[in-house]
């Protein structure tokens, strides 16, 4: 089987480690991919692991030219052979800018199409797609809540559920040592620039009673919430570092004791299921629409998304480490049982196989 990765600038640049796994896994299981990335500079700075140099596409464009574009990353793809007939079995495209690309793709290659759900706002949008009956296409969905979009486009039978797993070490951290500093990350897209503010304010009246903490946080909550200037005028700016192109640093904000991730957008994101893997403990914004939130009871979630609750979290979470411990373990053990790599791999499989009817199958081990 051949599959196309067809992936949009902001995809790629947010879940590079997610589309690295998923080449990875796939090919232990035979299935050869090609990985299709938009031109942009800090894309092409980052070096991704994709076991195969990744052909690069113009992702801007007038929509008369749409097609255009599609043809020319297929030429790429086919070479001499134009007729694309058999070359390529799937085109699977992460990222909601790509998905006309990749339905173009789809109808010139002459294969079936997955369109990555990987957030609610998605599902709600498909329509714009205009499928028709000759189109063999499929949605697939990391949470089961994002269904109800598809459901009422009229595509609930286009639906498949594929739960990204995480990345879980051998051994678990040990997070809140004692001769180390206690670290906490702020993760967040800072869309939700209330809920950002809140949720760094509430860090920031925990720091002034309890100096000796570090803080990470990523820039796109640094820059849309407006945070450094905050981080200024509190005077924490010898604890407060921001971490740009934090995919580069994902290891290093995953070697931290505790996540602050305040996002309620119904968004997936591997950096929340890796943190809980790794056993860190995790502190989350109240979204119903991700299982791992609201199911883990590792995860300790804010009951209001206001700075005192933020505040008082923190409190409690850190007071009792030996408790902070052993909810990290909880996290972990929830992700090992329920969301691990080879466990999304292998659901991935079983989409390519219900639009290609060719047998697949993953060890989930």
């Not at 749409?66 to 086919?78: M, S, T």
């Not at 949470?143 to 639906?159: H, I, K, M, P, W």
């Not at 991935?348 to 993953?362: C, F, H, I």
Request: net charge negative; glycine share 8%.
């Amino acid at each position: 089987m051949r599959v196309l990765i067809l992936v949009d600038a902001q995809f790629a640049r947010h879940e590079r480690a997610l589309i690295e796994r998923v080449v990875v896994g796939l090919a232990d299981e035979g299935v050869y991919t090609q990985v299709v990335l938009p031109k942009d500079r800090q894309l092409e700075e980052a070096g991704f692991d994709l076991l195969v140099e990744p052909v690069w596409y113009a992702d801007r464009g007038l929509a008369l030219t749409q097609r255009i574009r599609a043809n020319q990353v297929a030429k790429q793809i086919l070479g001499d052979n134009e007729s694309g007939s058999g070359q390529i079995d799937i085109v699977h495209v992460f990222g909601g800018g790509a998905w006309s690309m990749g339905k173009e793709l789809g109808r010139i290659l002459g294969a079936g199409v997955v369109f990555e759900v990987w957030r609610a706002g998605l599902a709600d949008s498909v329509r714009g797609l205009h499928l028709d009956s000759n189109d063999r296409a499929l949605f697939s969905m990391p949470e089961r809540a994002f269904e109800t979009g598809l459901e009422q486009a009229g595509y609930s039978d286009r639906g498949h559920l594929a739960q990204w797993g995480a990345s879980v070490p051998t051994s678990p951290s040990q997070i809140l040592r004692s001769d180390k500093i206690p670290s906490i990350v702020l993760m967040s897209s800072g869309r939700q620039k209330d809920a950002s503010i809140a949720a760094f304010d509430g860090i920031a009246d925990y720091l002034d009673i309890n100096p000796g903490v570090m803080v990470f946080a990523n820039l796109e909550i640094v820059e849309r919430a407006g945070l450094f200037q905050r981080v200024v005028a509190r005077k924490h700016e010898d604890r407060f570092t921001t971490i740009d192109r934090s995919e580069d640093r994902r290891d290093l904000l995953l070697r931290c004791d505790l996540l602050v991730y305040p996002d309620t957008l119904h968004e997936e994101r591997t950096l929340l299921l890796d943190a809980m893997g790794t056993g860190m403990l995790v502190l989350a914004g109240n979204d119903d629409s991700i299982a791992p939130i609201k199911e883990s009871p590792g995860v300790k979630v804010v009951d209001r998304p206001i700075r005192s609750c933020w505040t008082s979290l923190l409190e409690s979470s850190l007071s009792d480490l030996d408790e902070a411990r052993k909810l990290g373990m909880l996290s972990r053990e929830y992700v090992t049982n329920n969301r691990r790599s080879p466990m999304h791999i292998a659901s991935v499989l079983d989409a390519y196989q219900r639009l290609t009817g060719e047998p697949m199958s993953a060890t989930a081990d």
